[in-house]
């Protein structure tokens, strides 16, 4: 018995199929940052954020949300310049970090092994850089926060730890934003590479992409891509964390007022996402948004929303307000 | 060259992982009620929960929060018994309907095939029961809002239609709730063959569950299963509706309360998901939630959350007050 | 026996203390202004803002916000020019509108009467003008309002009619701003005349009083007094109505953007009262603030918080936006 | 020159004029508490409910809101029994207190001068009781809360201490709540001796007064009067603080839970002043209520809304919930 050609593009059609659904990324899972003033970084976080520390080894400070569920989504690190060090995505099964080591492979694309437990509470990691040079390392194993201490300890078995209510106090992680110079190349690449699906995007009117906004999971976006209004590069524009609601996103707004901490924009809403925002500068640098509202996204089969140059300002604003120039332009760097 | 039983082992074992894959639903897409009063009940939908008519057929009228992005996730059928006539699932890919049409084969299982078109901006659909004989359908197929009103059109792209903030304005459609007999029995069948992750539960002092949330996306759940108190089979607890804001929670209870609409319980807390949330008796008798606040669930290894007989009241309410009977024994039938 | 020189003075200053106490108004009561497309303007204030419509005499329309338990609050007249015609208040006792016009006689202050039903549903009034030439009118007399239609009726005896939720729908009539070149006397004037106290107010660097807010309630401000940057005299700056929370101001943001209500600032927050605010122009060209938060002052001799150079600008807007230029120059007439 | 028997009358009727007047309070102050539990009672008040320590005198601690003017809003009492041993309120004018006591001379009722500095911030100081019981005190002059910590000091003028959002953080003091064997009885002598208006009520079905809620000011009610279901005579039944917004009440209940403070009753909603609410205790016994909304009362001649046996249970909830029955029979001790 010989196996027909039908046979073999069969298997193989099946394999392929297969090496696709796991070379894909399950979710964002955390960003480790730079901070050149670690104490007064650790001080927004903790203090006026309201992020718990989940870990502290003097230079590096593992934080995380409220009700994030892994051990850390934040991490800072004592550096001597403000950057930004890993984008790290959790895979979606057990196999995909062999997946897609094949696949770099295949495409003759860099990478390295990080071994599990190099990295605090995290497994095996692939380590490897975007077309724009966006430094993102891939694991699927990862700890869960365990709370230890009887002081934070919820009675809630759904409270990884118990609300505090204490300034900002967000939620949890929500997502990334980065400036680069050729967005749709970019947006192209985390699709079909990683998985990440294209939600929507603005075009000005000589069709060029501005910004692009994709996810794996429901939420609206988990990573962003703007245009870098200079030209000069991949820069990191800002890391989010969601709120319950707009009260809260006021609160926040009057923290930060308190507190001396400058809000570069907002309050605003995007009406691409629908999310009602600030943005803010912490101590050493670093943009973060702050935000609540916006929709998910159910459709296995979801069409990007375009936003054309006429709707493309009601995606910034559709209260109306304009974005500073630095938003368009300012960034810390990738390492 | 002969194929070697390896490769044959191989290539079943890639095409049931593959079946697996397809053999999952995406999304609950809607419910289709009958009521025994529908102009009561429209007005309830309309006039105080502030949804959207999308097509009114006289005896069959389609409903859609202000941003659910699919025609209909409500139909209300003139009937002589208010009853639940089907739950509805989006599958996750074309070729999940012939995947598991396979399966329920394999099965022996009672299915129908109704084609394509015969409902309202639906394709081909299979119907069958659960163990506890929920009368369920699948599909791939369905039809988007398109907005052919300029008055209630939005200039925003990612406005299905405009947000008027009338009566409740709930955003979105979020899931149901069933009483069953046997919570766990049932739980599995969704789990194992509708690929319908389990959440978290409730256990009672005598090792009963009590209740069981799934969901297939990331939010916390698209269908609960609870103990029918009475044992008397299968009833349709409710349906919800989802909000963005506690203040949006406490402006639908000032507006049940001015529309004379009973609320059954709340406002109150479900420790278990975060919701926060108020239970109200349509017009015709079935229940509706109104909630806000829950968690997301991006871990694709979640393990279930137990709440066992010291935690379990905290799960229902964790601000204290407890429901009242009717809440474990009332619901509307299945047809 | 006869009368003491100690005797006389005494029942004098009795007198006067008396006479001071009735020459004080009770609370700023409606305002009636002139609109030059009322069709739309009652549309936005009905549809957009959801007043309420207590008469319409097709070219007056009297309007209330659902928990304002007067007749009327804001009265729009059918006008040629868009302009305010009266700002008027409701006096402390029935004995203060005749120790009104003995003071004024005593001032030599020109005044008219208007006698009691010539204005819909308000007693005799006293018409007068300030300083800066703003129209002013008192009256004891103003008809509260009844429900008589049984559709809008609320069974709670707190309601004056029932909550509806429609539009931005605020609980209350607040208070008006008005731009005058000389901030400090005008001030003055209510203050010693009126009897509306002094608040709090900015100052510039150069020693010139930049703005005042003033009230005779225990709410922060009934009136305020803004410097005209243009110098050219008293212009109406606007009138504004008040929410129950940080999220309904959200809500009225997005209400604005879909229905293409132009949004001039916000939303903010003023340092000096603490309101969370929005303003925007309604169809016939006044500025309207809708507003939230502030605090009340109980005090009976609260001494006014200056505001000096340096806090200024956080007395404006505390988040850090800059206020447009239209801000400190635009405003509507004065009839 | 005689002097006229007219203008003897007329003097003297002026002079009554005036001494009513002036026999009126201005607010309500503070209140005294005993405590048996002062660590624990500290702990909430200030890490629950985020109040601030002004003094802290060892077994006194004096404590306000965020947003209190006054030195303190609250006074605990190291004390054997859980009890309330002043309700201070402010007078109206500095010739006040004299006024009240030739008034209560008049009446042959007893009262205690406090000399000024005597208690810590408060001027002169008259101490009587009402019909009920309950001690009551009145003074012209309190200090104001002069922030003097940098750490706490704002760089807002309006803000008396920075807000921090701790804890349950409400923006100010607000009014008590009383049991009483005879609510009309009580009620009319606050109106009729300290001029504290009578601004709604509830009658029951057999005509007998449930309850009576009065203020001085424009807010709905400073001390509320409600009928001891025991009538077993006065007991205090709670203290309350105000919240900003519903939203903030729900963020309230959920500090509670994480606590373990019980929550008595709420989230609820009086029909009677709107006011959102939870009741709580606080770890010496004594009840506290956290409330958002409810209205203000501008008319000089606001005429008292009665709540008949229908509308009554309204009142208490609007959205149906029934209070326990410690609600109507629980408080603690008048010292």
Known sequence: MSISKETINHEQSLLEKLEKQMTSVAHLGHVEIGVTNLEKSLWFFTEVMGLY????????VYLRAWQDFDHHTLVLNKSDVSCVKQIAWRVSSPESLKAFERQFKDMNMEFKWIEGGTKKGQGD??????????????????ELFVNTDPATASKLPSHPSKYTGKGVSPRRFDHVNI???????????????????????????????????????????????????????ALFH????????????????????????????????????????IYVFEPSGHRVEIWTGGFLIFAPD??????????GPLGLDMWGSKAPESYFAYGTKFL
Chains 1, 2, 3, 4 share one sequence.
């Open 53 to 60: 520390v989940s870990a502290n080894e003097g230079d590096k």
């Open 179 to 233: 400036l680069v110079n050729d967005v749709a190349k970019e947006q192209q690449w985390w699709t079909n590479l990683l998985g990440v699906h294209h939600r929507y995007y603005i075009q000005n009117d000589e069709n060029v992409r501005l910004g692009s906004w994709l996810s794996r999971t429901n939420i609206a976006h988990e990573i962003a891509l703007m245009r870098n209004s200079n030209q000069n590069g």
């Open 125 to 142: 990691t692939l380590q490897f850089r975007s077309p724009a040079g966006l430094p993102i390392e891939l694991y699927w194993e990862k």
């Open 302 to 311: 979801w069409k990007p929303i375009e936003w054309g140059p006429e709707a």
């Open 238 to 277: 800002h890391l989010a964390y969601y709120l319950d609601s707009p009260d809260e996103l006021i609160r926040a707004a009057n923290l930060m007022a308190e507190n001396d901490i400058k809000i570069e924009w907002g309050p605003g809403k995007h009406g691409t996402s629908g999310a009602q925002f």
